[in-house]
């Protein structure tokens, strides 16, 4: 409610923030939602090698998406497909493997662009901002039809996605906190929580 000034006069105030939770029915992605929202970025926009190749490497590798727009060749070692992981907010640095289809679509964006410098690169020569890949990725899931099922799309949901995708693999949290860069490990047991691979034997025929 807007408060009077010391003048008498009512004083705007800044709109009511709205829980993530009552604008999205979850915070995460699917494996198969990433495979829509990633489709959906390369049929969309004046560069959907980037954008594609973008949403990709920030699921795979859990990226924040300070962490994407500061990610520089020198952090790619093609020859022996690995990616030097640096982490912001004083998470764990780390050393990921890079997949196959990773290590193609990084090739042709490497092959399109100075192979130099910043990754993610705008059309005017600068990393991009964290504004436009929140753009990016809100584009592709307006396109994929995640919007319209209740999932408006974020990029911090695909690093949401990254963890719940290996819990449900069943692999180690110890191995995940790592992976994610996590340095307390209470931030990577919500992934565990909700994996479904708790509950596999629950009701065995």
Known sequence: M????????LKPQPPRFTPHARRRVREYLTQS????L??????????PTRDATLLLVMYRHALRVSEAVSLQWSQIDFASARLHVSRLKHG????????????RALRALHRAGSGEGFVFMSERGAPLTPATVRDI?????????????????HPHM??????????????DTRAIQAYLGHKNITHTVRYTEL??????DFWRE
């Open 2 to 9: 807007p408060q009077p000034s010391k003048a008498g006069k």
């Open 33 to 36: 939602e990433v495979e829509s």
């Open 38 to 47: 990633i489709d959906a970025a390369r049929h969309v926009g004046r560069h």
């Open 92 to 103: 764990l640095p780390s050393v990921h493997p890079l997949a196959g289809n990773e290590l």
């Open 137 to 153: 990725v809100a584009r592709a899931g307006d396109l994929s039809g995640l919007a319209a099922l209740g999932l408006p799309c």
């Open 158 to 171: 695909l690093r949401h996605a990254c963890g719940y995708a290996l819990a449900n693999r069943g692999h």
């Open 195 to 200: 994996s479904p691979e708790r509950f596999k």
